[in-house]
């Protein structure tokens, strides 16, 4: 097995390599404006930390959100397209679950990330790896209370929510903990079988690559000019 994981969710854009035993590389790097021209060159560099090529990949992880719009698909139009040239499958894990994962908790908790407009990402968890609800997008001061919360959003809205309830475990996704998840479901599982189930929608932890989204995007297509009477 040789996992090659990535996400391009939120500003981290992050990939990893997973033998099913261990990370054999991974590289990260905070750029929200950047995706799309830091994402190959990371994917190529953990590649070469590990001392192995694409054609070794037996599987793709990517983290498929919630998340703006634009960075997100950068990563999943890449995990298809390199799906579809290696032959190989591709999954999709909730950038969540991935900060949950890299928490490495054993208690109940919240993860928040940044969704803009005043809002957070979230899902609530009974352990870093059991999410019992969301994702969902809401308001700060209207996220459940008396939970620690993980994550950006949390650190960015710490006088909304309450600076004691800033947990202090990584805040961005790491591919090294998606890829952890992901090999961890793929390694205990029939392949076909897993597809399977993940093609029917019913797998707890792997999904289809494709964006969840929570809203609109904020780009919009222009309405039609309106008519000017003479």
Known sequence: ????????????????????????????TVDARRHGELLVPTVQRVLADAGTSLADVTAIAVGCGPGPYTGLRVGLMTAQALAASLGVPAYGVCTLDAVAYGSGLTEPFLVATDARRKEVFWGRYADARTRLSGPAVDKPQDLPPGLPVAGAGARMYADVIGASRVLDVPEFPHAGALAALAAAQLGHEDVEEVVEVVESGTHPVLGLPRPIYLRRPDAQVPSAPKKVSQ
């Open 1 to 28: 097995m040789l996992v090659l994981a990535f996400d391009t969710a939120t500003p981290a854009v992050t990939a990893a390599l997973h033998d099913g035993e261990r990370v054999l590389a991974e590289s990260t």
